[in-house]
């Protein structure tokens, strides 16, 4: 699990700092259409949210891979209303644009959610890692 969790982790950290320089290219180039300043502590909040998710769903896969799929479907459950409820109070307490606020939240939701789907997908369909990590093999293949 250490190396996959490992690899994962290089993988999203990569992502992030093209997320960074994404927003921050954007908000030269299109400034009358800018992210709200809020925009670090979202990319940080999916960081850590998705980090501890993929973790736990790692875990369970190398604990009993028969549980993976009702806990996958439990930990998007969680993750949908943490979401849902960050975005809430915060156009509700938002004292600017709100749609400075929704765009970045929704691309940052959107790409994260795609590549923890890819990653867990190329994980769960990869069960010689599921079964290596078991053996305790250090095999990077």
Do not use: C
Not at 2 to 18: A, G, H, P, R
Not at 47 to 76: C, D, E, Q, R, W
Not at 103 to 122: D, G, I, M, N, R
Not at 125 to 137: A, C, F, L, Q, T
Request: glycine share 4%.
């Amino acid at each position: 699990m250490k190396l996959t969790f490992d690899k994962y982790f290089k993988q999203l950290s990569i992502l992030v700092i093209l997320l960074i320089a994404f927003v921050i290219a954007w908000n030269m180039v299109f400034p009358e259409w800018k992210a709200a300043q809020w925009w670090p502590f979202y990319l940080a909040f999916f960081f850590i949210i998705t980090t501890l998710t993929h973790y736990t769903l790692l875990k369970s896969l190398k604990n009993s891979p028969g549980k993976f799929i009702g806990m996958f479907m439990a930990v998007t459950l969680g993750k949908l209303l943490v979401y849902l409820i960050a975005i809430m109070l915060n156009v509700i307490y938002a004292p600017f644009h709100k749609l400075s606020i929704i765009a970045p939240f929704l691309l940052f939701y959107l790409v994260f959610t795609f590549f923890e789907v890819k990653q867990l997908s190329s994980i769960a369909g990869n069960r010689k890692i599921v079964s290596d990590e078991k053996k305790g093999s250090t095999d990077p293949q």
